[in-house]
């Protein structure tokens, strides 16, 4: 049981806006900053959005973070076949012996 | 470029020990600390171990502490993972990444390919 909760799974069709959520608490989430990662099929995670919605060099303008309170979302624009992946959102834990937390990742189906 | 590449992974048997490793380049490594992160067939990822950038400071997840040893040799340019008394559900893809840290955050970046380790007999 992930600490950051994340719908499973989300869908949509090419150029569709969808919206990934991440949902964690005042240790985490709600006092620092959340990175999204986003794991294509059989390769390792790779960093999409750090900071709450900084993107890294060549990542798209497609994607977009936010942070609100104790929740984040990741949100993807103009859809494309090649966002079909998995994407896990984390941020750092205040609590005792716990770091970086993760959520339990969504996989993005594009129909 | 920066790139992290992980070795040593394979089948093991459970209670037995194997050891992994990360080598770094195209950074500073001395400068980072670094992680291990691993991934169950089918799961979600979980941060294993932590090492601070003078390898001084080591921090690890409950799930693997007093089995698990992080270390790293800064000359080398590379981190390692010692891993004792197996079980079948350390079973995972485990990735090192480099910690990025900055005044507003910190992120994982990049993170290697992954080696798989079986815990099976």
């Known amino acids: 049981q992930s600490v950051l909760t994340q719908p499973p799974s989300a869908s949509g069709t090419p150029g569709q806006r969808v919206t990934i959520s991440c949902s964690g608490s005042?240790?985490?989430?709600?006092?620092?900053?959340v990175n999204w990662y986003q794991q294509l099929p059989g390769t390792a995670p790779k960093l999409l959005i750090h900071r709450n919605n900084q993107r890294p060099s060549g990542v798209p303008d497609r994607f977009s973070g936010s942070k609100s309170g104790t929740s984040a979302s990741l949100a993807i624009s103009g859809l494309q076949s090649e966002d079909e992946a998995d994407y896990y959102c984390?941020?750092?834990?205040?609590?005792?012996?716990?770091?970086?937390?993760f959520g339990g990742g969504t996989k993005l189906t594009v129909l | 470029q920066v790139q992290l590449v992980e070795s040593g992974g394979g089948v093991v048997q459970p209670g037995r020990s194997l050891s992994l490793s990360c080598a770094a380049s195209?950074?500073?490594?001395?400068?980072?600390?670094m992680y291990w992160v691993r991934q169950a067939p089918g799961k979600g990822l979980e941060w294993v171990a932590i090492i601070s950038y003078d390898g001084s400071d080591k921090y690890y997840a409950d799930s693997v502490r007093g089995r698990f040893t992080i270390s790293r040799d800064n000359s080398k340019n590379t981190l390692y993972m010692q891993m004792n008394s197996l079980r079948r559900e350390d079973t995972a893809v485990y990735y090192c990444?480099?910690?990025?840290?900055?005044?507003?955050?910190?992120?994982?970046?990049?993170w290697g390919q992954g080696t798989l380790v079986t815990v099976s007999s």
């Open positions: 990444a480099r910690e990025v840290v900055t005044a507003m955050g910190s992120w994982l970046d990049p």
């Open positions: 005042s240790s985490n989430i709600g006092s620092n900053t």
């Open positions: 984390a941020a750092w834990d205040d609590s005792l012996n716990a770091h970086v937390v």
């Open positions: 195209g950074f500073s490594f001395s400068n980072y600390a």
